[in-house]
């Protein structure tokens, strides 16, 4: 009776692993609590969106490419050709992309700031971080419709404000600005209705309360790194 258990038990571990294995991308682990990052962004929408919609991003990513060659590619070399790829790629591809981004850059620490390098290139871009602020707020508030905005680098190192539309993102071959995003900052309004209702001013005012800029400065540097390499 014990082997019998036994048996059965690592039948089991087997086919859990097995199936594990079979998932090419993961619900990336969030590194704070759904009711940490309150009252900026409340604990109910932080648990939908990341467990139903990104959660479903992923599952769905995973089942468009099962079995064939696009199940080899990193995420970041899917999103810098997608033009090649379906549209439920595109969709679900850069859900999974922008979500795992945008969890990344959130933070209940209050007192993070940028890189001397990333103050450097904000107040060489845009005069000051509170004329970036205003740049963000605004490409986030005139995207029509679901979206995102995004602070990204440039292939000439440069930072540049852009917004995309449903769950596009700079690094595709269909954006018409295209760079590596650094901070993005999700529009749509599963993101912000339940607290802000129709106010997504008021929701892209608040977040800048809750932006991990030690996160934000490490993709700075990453980036730079990158174009610096490609240019070689
Ligand atoms: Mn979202």
């Not at 990104?54 to 995420?75: G, M, P, W």
């Amino acid at each position: 009776m014990k082997k019998q258990l036994f048996q059965l038990l690592f039948a089991c571990l087997l086919l859990c692993s097995a199936n594990l294995w079979s998932q090419v991308h993961k619900l990336p682990e969030l590194s704070y609590a759904f009711n940490a990052l309150e009252p900026h962004i409340d604990s109910t929408t932080m648990n939908i969106h990341y467990s139903r919609h990104h959660a479903a991003y992923v599952n769905n990513l995973n089942n468009l490419i099962k079995d064939t060659d696009q199940e080899k590619l990193s995420l970041e070399a899917l999103m810098h050709n997608i033009s090649k790829y379906s549209a439920g790629v595109r969709n679900n591809g850069g859900g999974h992309y922008n979500h795992t981004l945008f969890w990344s850059i959130l933070t209940p620490i209050q007192d993070t700031k940028p890189s001397p390098a990333l103050a450097k290139a904000i107040n060489a871009t845009f005069g000051s971080m509170d004329s970036l602020k205003i740049a963000l707020e605004k490409a986030g508030a005139t995207r029509f419709g679901s979206g995102w905005a995004w602070l990204s680098v440039d292939n000439n190192n440069k930072l540049f404000v852009s917004s995309t539309a449903n769950q596009d993102n700079p690094l595709m071959d269909v954006v018409e600005q295209r760079g590596t995003p650094i901070l993005g900052i999700d529009v749509w309004e599963h993101a912000y209705y339940l607290k802000y209702q129709n106010k997504r001013a008021e929701y892209l005012s608040n977040i800048w309360a809750i932006i991990n800029w030690d996160e934000v400065s490490r993709r700075y540097a990453a980036a730079v790194k990158t174009v610096k390499m490609k240019k070689k």
